[in-house]
């Protein structure tokens, strides 16, 4: 059974740095395609980064590049998303995600529909303040 449990949100000023983790269970490590995307209230669900993990490829948003960074821990197990220079536009609730039902490329970060996703995790919430 698959599991994803997303840790790490947390409230801090503009500027400040968070680092959340998404611990996958059931899946391949080596390949497939996880991400993360993120809601902020009353907008839709955006793609903030897409991660193919067969040829180790990412793919982010135009508004987090520069700023945050996908990584796949040691254990292989887990997948963190290190978050620089936060702004109060980056508060939102994040979700992991894996098992994309479209390609695995830039194209994925448009498929924040819950359907466009075989896995979701319960998702974390980032408050960045002025």
């Known amino acids: 059974q698959v599991q994803l449990v997303e840790s790490g949100g947390g409230s801090v000023q503009a500027g400040g740095s968070l680092r959340l983790s998404c611990a996958a269970s059931?899946?391949?490590?080596?390949?497939?395609?996880m991400g993360w995307f993120r809601q902020a209230p009353g907008k839709e669900r955006e793609g903030v980064v897409i991660?193919?993990?067969?040829?180790?490829?990412?793919y982010y948003a135009d508004s987090v590049k520069g700023r945050f960074t996908i990584s796949q821990d040691n254990d292989m197990k887990t997948v963190s998303l290190q978050m620089n220079s936060l702004e109060p536009e980056d508060t939102a609730t994040y979700y992991c995600?894996?098992?994309?039902?479209?390609?695995?490329?830039?194209?994925?970060?448009?498929?924040?529909?819950?359907?466009?996703?075989?896995?979701w995790g319960q998702g974390t919430q980032v408050t960045v303040s002025s």
């Open positions: 995600v894996a098992e994309a039902f479209v390609r695995c490329s830039r194209e994925a970060l448009l498929y924040g529909e819950l359907g466009s996703w075989k896995y």
């Open positions: 059931g899946l391949s490590y080596k390949s497939g395609c």
């Open positions: 991660f193919n993990k067969g040829f180790g490829i990412t």
